[in-house]
């Protein structure tokens, strides 16, 4: 079993104080990426909106979140001592889980076979979804 990511909140208080943090790392990402478009100053307030922005600390915040992987035993190890609510999609009889575990007793998990990368980005914006878009 290995971990992948750094933002672990054990409550929702502290999601929302990194969730914020991030927010400036996004600005400034949109903005470099505007600049390589080439946006003149006139686009860029036109089509460089708060929803953009926001868009973008939504991503920059779910990829930074902390992800665990493991075989199917070390995941239904963990979940037999994790006292909480656990959401798993996909297949019972895949050999591999990626997972993570939210604020407030919530976690979520998702099957896999070989793609680690795929599952580790789709299991992130699961997560950011289900346990923290409303939230924050």
């Given at each position: 079993?290995?971990?992948?990511?750094?933002?672990?909140?054990?409550?929702?208080?502290?999601?929302?104080?990194?969730?914020?943090?991030?927010?400036?790392?996004?600005?400034?990402?949109?903005?470099?990426?505007?600049?390589?478009?080439?946006?003149?100053?006139?686009?860029?307030?036109?089509?460089?909106?708060?929803?953009?922005?926001?868009?973008?600390?939504?991503?920059?915040?779910?990829?930074?979140?902390?992800?665990?992987?493991?075989?199917?035993?070390?995941?239904?190890?963990?979940?037999?001592?994790?006292?909480?609510?656990v959401t798993t999609v996909?297949?019972?009889?895949?050999?591999?889980?990626?997972?993570?575990?939210?604020?407030?007793?919530?976690?979520?998990?998702?099957?896999?076979?070989?793609?680690?990368?795929?599952?580790?980005?789709?299991?992130r914006r699961q997560a950011?979804?289900?346990?923290?878009?409303?939230?924050?």
């Amino acid at each position: 079993m290995h971990t992948v990511g750094t933002l672990s909140p054990s409550s929702i208080e502290e999601a929302h104080t990194q969730y914020e943090t991030v927010g400036p790392a996004a600005q400034t990402v949109v903005s470099e990426v505007a600049k390589a478009m080439e946006f003149d100053r006139e686009e860029y307030d036109e089509r460089v909106t708060s929803e953009v922005v926001e868009t973008a600390r939504d991503a920059l915040f779910a990829s930074l979140l902390e992800v665990r992987v493991g075989s199917r035993g070390e995941f239904d190890s963990w979940q037999e001592s994790y006292d909480g609510e656990v959401t798993t999609v996909g297949h019972e009889n895949v050999d591999r889980v990626v997972w993570h575990a939210g604020p407030d007793g919530q976690a979520v998990a998702a099957t896999f076979q070989e793609k680690e990368d795929a599952a580790v980005a789709t299991l992130r914006r699961q997560a950011f979804g289900r346990l923290y878009r409303d939230r924050l």
